[in-house]
């Protein structure tokens, strides 16, 4: 676990943390005493088992807390789906094949919302992949093969019209995990009546996805496959619809970044860093060229950012540790695996950014990592902290009270 240091201490690690940089060791924001109220472990959960334990990936919370509070994002496998299906969803069928459909559900496990691939256009065996809820709550974004799985498009889709644009065509990789940011005060058309024009990096043209979101303020961060390892890779329409390369973290040249996630004002990224399933780093980065990546934690995986309801000025990143692999096959509604922590737990950071900053004064953690709940939760906190989520092997929807 990091270390406190007092403020009498800043000016030595500051130089510390200048010699670790310039010896191309992965560089630990310095600490401030912490400000947040938040202090120990949940007394209370409730652990809600979504599709009747069996298996889910891509898994995400809701950020909505009007119309999807405390559901969850998830992909399912092929064969019976157990969930409860209301008379207004009746399209939704409970025997599927892999990877056929995106869900979102409730702690009820009752199914909110969904959409298909047919639905989608797909021809074939296509598969959704990657799917993810993007910094807007009314919009996910997912990937949708092509050509009989060898080639991924990325699509954003309006929740309440279900029509879509696609972002980027026949350019992704099955594991390119997009995230994508626009303003929360967007307000976008949600039309499908748009007719991209796409680059040769396969992004669509910035006057369609203005026409989409109503704005251009619109960014995409992705991995990319190279040479056997993944890379992170990111497009502010502002700016260009060419995709630019983010520096990798020093001496990890040989790990794989995945599963990065863009902060709520568009200006930073957490992601995954690891060699393999058994050990993982969680960092974060400036969203710009040139841009130093920062370790956040240790044997951490899955970082997301969280924002305090009472206080938006508080920012936290929320991560996991998992001993052992990080595909969790324990059930995490029994009493035991809750109460010792054996599966593992989920930690919350509390960060204070300043961009454009040199990278030892552009992160400051602010106290100690705060144990919110003995279990590894991977998908995320609501934005109200009630709400997490995780699967893999089972899907849970956990409530803290």
Request: glycine share 6%; proline share 7%.
């Given at each position: 676990?990091?270390?406190?240091?007092?403020?009498?201490?800043?000016?030595?690690?500051?130089?510390?943390?200048?010699?670790?940089?310039?010896?191309?060791?992965?560089?630990?924001?310095?600490?401030?005493?912490?400000?947040?109220?938040?202090?120990?472990?949940?007394?209370?959960?409730?652990?809600?088992?979504?599709?009747?334990?069996?298996?889910?990936?891509?898994?995400?919370?809701?950020?909505?807390?009007?119309?999807?509070?405390?559901?969850?994002?998830?992909?399912?496998?092929?064969?019976?789906?157990?969930?409860?299906?209301?008379?207004?969803?009746?399209?939704?069928?409970?025997?599927?094949?892999?990877?056929?459909?995106?869900?979102?559900?409730?702690?009820?496990?009752?199914?909110?919302?969904?959409?298909?691939?047919?639905?989608?256009?797909?021809?074939?065996?296509?598969?959704?992949?990657?799917?993810?809820?993007?910094?807007?709550?009314?919009?996910?974004?997912?990937?949708?093969?092509?050509?009989?799985?060898?080639?991924?498009?990325?699509?954003?889709?309006?929740?309440?019209?279900?029509?879509?644009?696609?972002?980027?065509?026949?350019?992704?990789?099955?594991?390119?995990?997009?995230?994508?940011?626009?303003?929360?005060?967007?307000?976008?058309?949600?039309?499908?009546?748009?007719?991209?024009?796409?680059?040769?990096?396969?992004?669509?043209?910035?006057?369609?996805?203005?026409?989409?979101?109503?704005?251009?303020?619109?960014?995409?961060?992705?991995s990319r496959k190279e040479s056997g390892l993944l890379s992170l890779y990111y497009v502010n329409y502002n700016e260009s619809a060419v995709p630019s390369k983010l520096p990798r973290p020093a001496g990890k040249e040989n790990w794989k970044l995945e599963s990065p996630l863009i902060s709520p004002d568009g200006k930073w990224v957490v992601?995954?860093?690891?060699?393999?399933?058994?050990?993982?780093?969680?960092?974060?980065?400036?969203?710009?060229?040139?841009?130093?990546?920062?370790?956040?934690?240790?044997?951490?995986?899955?970082?997301?950012?969280?924002?305090?309801?009472?206080?938006?000025?508080?920012?936290?990143?929320?991560?996991?540790?998992?001993?052992?692999?990080?595909?969790?096959?324990?059930?995490?509604?029994?009493?035991?695996?809750?109460?010792?922590?054996?599966?593992?737990?989920?930690?919350?950071?509390?960060?204070?950014?300043?961009?454009?900053?040199?990278?030892?004064?552009?992160?400051?953690?602010?106290?100690?990592?705060?144990?919110?709940?003995?279990?590894?939760?991977?998908?995320?906190?609501?934005?109200?902290?009630?709400?997490?989520?995780?699967?893999?092997?089972?899907?849970?929807?956990?409530?803290?009270?």
């Amino acid at each position: 676990m990091p270390f406190t240091y007092y403020r009498v201490c800043k000016y030595f690690t500051a130089l510390f943390s200048a010699i670790l940089v310039s010896c191309q060791f992965p560089y630990t924001p310095e600490q401030e005493p912490p400000v947040s109220t938040e202090k120990t472990v949940s007394q209370k959960i409730g652990v809600f088992p979504v599709n009747g334990g069996k298996q889910t990936c891509n898994i995400s919370i809701s950020p909505d807390t009007t119309d999807f509070r405390g559901c969850m994002l998830w992909l399912n496998f092929s064969g019976a789906l157990v969930q409860n299906v209301s008379p207004e969803l009746a399209g939704y069928k409970t025997f599927a094949q892999q990877h056929d459909r995106l869900t979102i559900t409730d702690s009820s496990n009752t199914v909110r919302w969904f959409i298909t691939r047919d639905e989608m256009g797909a021809q074939g065996e296509d598969n959704f992949q990657d799917p993810e809820w993007s910094t807007h709550p009314g919009i996910i974004v997912s990937l949708l093969s092509s050509q009989n799985l060898q080639k991924w498009n990325l699509f954003a889709i309006d929740l309440k019209s279900k029509n879509s644009i696609k972002l980027c065509d026949e350019k992704m990789d099955e594991v390119s995990t997009p995230h994508l940011w626009i303003p929360e005060t967007s307000i976008f058309s949600g039309t499908d009546d748009i007719s991209p024009e796409y680059n040769s990096s396969g992004f669509a043209d910035k006057n369609s996805v203005r026409k989409f979101f109503g704005t251009s303020d619109v960014k995409v961060v992705f991995s990319r496959k190279e040479s056997g390892l993944l890379s992170l890779y990111y497009v502010n329409y502002n700016e260009s619809a060419v995709p630019s390369k983010l520096p990798r973290p020093a001496g990890k040249e040989n790990w794989k970044l995945e599963s990065p996630l863009i902060s709520p004002d568009g200006k930073w990224v957490v992601y995954n860093a690891y060699q393999s399933t058994r050990y993982y780093e969680s960092y974060i980065q400036e969203l710009r060229p040139g841009s130093v990546p920062i370790l956040i934690a240790e044997g951490a995986s899955d970082p997301h950012w969280w924002t305090h309801p009472d206080d938006r000025s508080l920012q936290y990143i929320v991560y996991a540790r998992i001993p052992g692999d990080n595909l969790v096959q324990a059930d995490l509604a029994e009493p035991k695996v809750q109460e010792t922590g054996s599966a593992g737990s989920t930690w919350m950071q509390q960060v204070k950014l300043f961009p454009g900053r040199p990278s030892m004064m552009a992160v400051v953690k602010t106290g100690d990592p705060i144990l919110l709940v003995n279990l590894p939760l991977k998908g995320g906190r609501s934005p109200d902290g009630a709400f997490f989520c995780t699967g893999y092997s089972s899907a849970y929807i956990v409530r803290l009270y």
